[in-house]
């Protein structure tokens, strides 16, 4: 098993560009989830899935999209980057809810300028 | 939203010393979670409590959940060059989601 897989790894966006970070999981788990890591915060949810066709916004969702049409996959999409957006992203997944052992990607490095 | 308190921000440690970091925070928790994020990589698991008072270990780690549920300290016995890595607490009430502490830095001086 490959696990929680993400790219980019590392991405440079100018203000205002849109772009997918893209996150992929063989693990056959239902709930999936995006978090944003930021120096001296933590991690911060954005948006989770509960299972296909399900999604719903985390503690920061603003200027961020997610869709999920198969079990597999849970894109991340930003419509219009801003600076504020720089970070790294984390996706991860666990079988159940997050009340089982959620497994986190290697993350994607995002800077916008 | 929901905040915890991890302290300290970050630890200078000569190898084979002993760590202890605590979580805090000023609501109740009914999960209390440990991670270790080394450089380049997502966090992964360490320790899961699910009860008041619940003492578990995993190898030179040990964590409890404080009896108040409002705190979780983690210890690492005799520590080692690998344990270098940044210590994530993360806690849950109820239905909601996880939130997450700031981490604790650990550097381990040979």
């Known amino acids: 098993n490959a696990g929680v897989t993400q790219t980019p790894k590392f991405q440079v966006l100018k203000t205002g560009q849109s772009m997918t970070l893209q996150c992929a999981q063989d693990?056959?788990?239902?709930?999936m989830s995006w978090y944003r890591q930021d120096p001296g915060m933590g991690l911060r949810l954005i948006h989770y899935s509960v299972g296909a066709g399900i999604t719903d916004q985390g503690e920061v969702p603003n200027g961020y999209n997610v869709s999920r049409s198969t079990t597999e996959d849970f894109p991340l999409r930003l419509l219009s980057a801003a600076p504020s957006q720089t970070s790294v992203y984390f996706c991860a997944s666990s079988y159940g809810t997050e009340l089982y052992e959620q497994y986190f990607g290697p993350g994607t490095r995002l800077t916008v300028t | 939203g929901q905040q915890l308190n991890q302290s300290p921000q970050s630890m200078f440690i000569q190898e084979g010393e002993d760590v202890s970091m605590n979580c805090t925070s000023s609501?109740?928790?009914?999960?209390w979670l440990w991670y270790k994020q080394e450089p380049g990589e997502g966090p992964v698991l360490l320790i899961a409590l699910y009860k008041a008072g619940e003492l578990t270990s995993n190898g030179r780690l040990t964590a409890q959940f404080g009896i108040t549920r409002k705190d979780s300290f983690l210890n690492i016995s005799a520590s080692i060059p690998s344990d270098v890595g940044i210590y994530f607490c993360?806690?849950?009430?109820?239905?909601?989601?996880?939130?997450f502490g700031q981490g604790t830095r650990l550097t381990i001086n040979p």
């Open positions: 993360a806690g849950r009430r109820g239905a909601q989601k996880l939130v």
């Open positions: 693990m056959n788990h239902e709930y």
């Open positions: 609501s109740i928790f009914n999960t």
